[in-house]
């Protein structure tokens, strides 16, 4: 249980770079990381705009003189400091990625930066060879991933209790950008532009976030290989896709599809995973996140509860309110910064048995985004060909 009590011995000193007054993922980012108090925010390159960024920094408590015009100067005189950040989180369009990890390696900080971590699979293999010469983690924030009834999935299909797993089926499909809102809105703008959002759009911006739910509930599927098929129905979109539908087969025999999709008119989220074996399926859609539902084959459908006592003792242990109240995104956010923190805190101490022992998406998970969607545009591109999985 969560319940307030110090989840680390001190409070790591914490800068961000991007989620400024007008972005989307800021403040998630900061209510996240602070909420258990197992970070402190003292500096920010918070805007592409720096006096927006300076104004926005002290307008949440940064002092003035934290609030960097840009991210390579926060770095090098926080280095300085004796107080100066340990740890940066990045919250910048993906064209930045890259560039601002990798110089916050090279600067000794540990990382969290936003999905996805880069656009190539070399690039995300650079950081990690990075990371491991500096010690340091790297976080990826799909969020939900620290929700508990993640958790639960994942120990009831260790435990057998689905029989052997044949199909995955995953979505991410919402309906806010079924007509071109780009034209009056730069948050999405840049998500259809090649140059920022790199090689997709809807495959690397929401596709991704399911997969890693996969990865986290069946941690023993390898795909094989995959076919995509990618459309743009606002046309200006070309050559970025506004719907995807990808069909993976893995090692296992199993079979797996992901349907990452922006124009699902109506649609607020709808983000889901079911996960089908021999016996029995379970479903998790991220409107209803408290709930997994568990359908065993000739026998009523059964709705599990977050917060109660015949959970796995592993989604319980993050629970802070109780079964009956919803706990959402923010709390699945807060806990993984918990597991950010720690396993920064077990690298800095050389406890590899401590680091070892902490699930969190990290540098594994950041590279195999990138290699998902570089796999997919291969497959679309070629005209929806099957593809081995490089
Ligand atoms: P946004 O356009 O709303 O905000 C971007 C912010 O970054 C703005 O404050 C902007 O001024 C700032 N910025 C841009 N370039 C900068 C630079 N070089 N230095 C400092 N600040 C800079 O974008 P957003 O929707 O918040 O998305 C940001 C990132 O978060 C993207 O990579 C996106 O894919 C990701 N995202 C992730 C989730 C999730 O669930 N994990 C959800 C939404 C967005």
Redesign the pocket.
């Given at each position: 249980m969560i319940n307030g009590e110090n989840l680390v011995p001190t409070s790591i000193p914490w800068g961000m770079?991007?989620?400024?007054r007008?972005?989307?993922?800021?403040y998630i980012h900061r209510s996240a990381a602070l909420r258990d108090g197992v970070f402190k925010l003292v500096a920010g390159?918070?805007?592409?705009?720096a006096q927006r960024g300076r104004d926005f920094g002290t307008a949440i408590g940064v002092d003035a003189d934290r609030c960097y015009a840009?991210?390579k100067t926060m770095f090098a005189t926080e280095a300085q400091r004796p107080d100066g950040i340990r740890a940066v989180s990045i919250?910048?369009?993906?064209g930045?990625?890259f560039a601002i990890s990798k110089a916050a390696l090279e600067a000794r900080l540990h990382v969290v930066c936003?999905?996805p971590l880069c656009f190539t699979t070399a690039e995300a293999e650079e950081l990690r060879a990075l990371a491991a010469s500096k010690n340091k983690i790297v976080g990826v924030?799909y969020?939900y991933a620290g929700h508990q009834m993640i958790k639960q999935a994942r120990e009831m299909i260790a435990a057998g209790e689905l029989g052997d797993i044949r199909i995955v089926q995953m979505q991410f499909a919402h309906g806010f950008h079924n007509e071109a809102v780009e034209a009056a809105n730069?948050?999405t703008q840049?998500r259809v532009d090649p140059k920022m959002a790199g090689p997709s759009y809807v495959l690397g911006?929401i596709g991704t976030h399911p997969l890693y739910l996969s990865e986290v509930m069946l941690p023993a599927l390898k795909i094989r290989r995959l076919m995509c098929s990618r459309q743009s129905f606002v046309k200006s979109r070309a050559p970025l896709e506004d719907n995807a539908f990808t069909i993976m087969e893995y090692d296992t025999g199993a079979v797996g599809y992901v349907w990452s999709c922006a124009v699902n008119a109506g649609s607020m989220h709808g983000q889901k995973i079911r996960v089908i074996g021999s016996k029995a399926s379970i479903e998790w859609w991220d409107e209803r996140p408290n709930q997994i539902t568990y359908e065993v084959q000739g026998k009523p459908l059964q709705v599990l509860e977050r917060g109660m006592g015949y959970l796995h003792p592993t989604a319980l242990a993050d629970d802070r309110i109780g079964g009956g109240h919803p706990e959402g995104l923010f709390e699945a956010w807060s806990n993984l910064y918990v597991r950010y923190a720690q396993a920064m805190l077990a690298s800095d101490r050389g406890d590899a048995a401590a680091l070892a022992a902490i699930h969190y998406p990290g540098i594994e998970a950041g590279i195999e985004g990138v290699r998902w969607v570089e796999n997919c545009v291969r497959s679309a591109d070629a005209g929806a060909t099957w593809v081995d999985y490089t």
């Amino acid at each position: 249980m969560i319940n307030g009590e110090n989840l680390v011995p001190t409070s790591i000193p914490w800068g961000m770079v991007g989620g400024g007054r007008q972005s989307q993922i800021g403040y998630i980012h900061r209510s996240a990381a602070l909420r258990d108090g197992v970070f402190k925010l003292v500096a920010g390159a918070f805007d592409i705009d720096a006096q927006r960024g300076r104004d926005f920094g002290t307008a949440i408590g940064v002092d003035a003189d934290r609030c960097y015009a840009e991210y390579k100067t926060m770095f090098a005189t926080e280095a300085q400091r004796p107080d100066g950040i340990r740890a940066v989180s990045i919250a910048t369009p993906n064209g930045t990625h890259f560039a601002i990890s990798k110089a916050a390696l090279e600067a000794r900080l540990h990382v969290v930066c936003e999905k996805p971590l880069c656009f190539t699979t070399a690039e995300a293999e650079e950081l990690r060879a990075l990371a491991a010469s500096k010690n340091k983690i790297v976080g990826v924030t799909y969020g939900y991933a620290g929700h508990q009834m993640i958790k639960q999935a994942r120990e009831m299909i260790a435990a057998g209790e689905l029989g052997d797993i044949r199909i995955v089926q995953m979505q991410f499909a919402h309906g806010f950008h079924n007509e071109a809102v780009e034209a009056a809105n730069p948050a999405t703008q840049w998500r259809v532009d090649p140059k920022m959002a790199g090689p997709s759009y809807v495959l690397g911006d929401i596709g991704t976030h399911p997969l890693y739910l996969s990865e986290v509930m069946l941690p023993a599927l390898k795909i094989r290989r995959l076919m995509c098929s990618r459309q743009s129905f606002v046309k200006s979109r070309a050559p970025l896709e506004d719907n995807a539908f990808t069909i993976m087969e893995y090692d296992t025999g199993a079979v797996g599809y992901v349907w990452s999709c922006a124009v699902n008119a109506g649609s607020m989220h709808g983000q889901k995973i079911r996960v089908i074996g021999s016996k029995a399926s379970i479903e998790w859609w991220d409107e209803r996140p408290n709930q997994i539902t568990y359908e065993v084959q000739g026998k009523p459908l059964q709705v599990l509860e977050r917060g109660m006592g015949y959970l796995h003792p592993t989604a319980l242990a993050d629970d802070r309110i109780g079964g009956g109240h919803p706990e959402g995104l923010f709390e699945a956010w807060s806990n993984l910064y918990v597991r950010y923190a720690q396993a920064m805190l077990a690298s800095d101490r050389g406890d590899a048995a401590a680091l070892a022992a902490i699930h969190y998406p990290g540098i594994e998970a950041g590279i195999e985004g990138v290699r998902w969607v570089e796999n997919c545009v291969r497959s679309a591109d070629a005209g929806a060909t099957w593809v081995d999985y490089t």
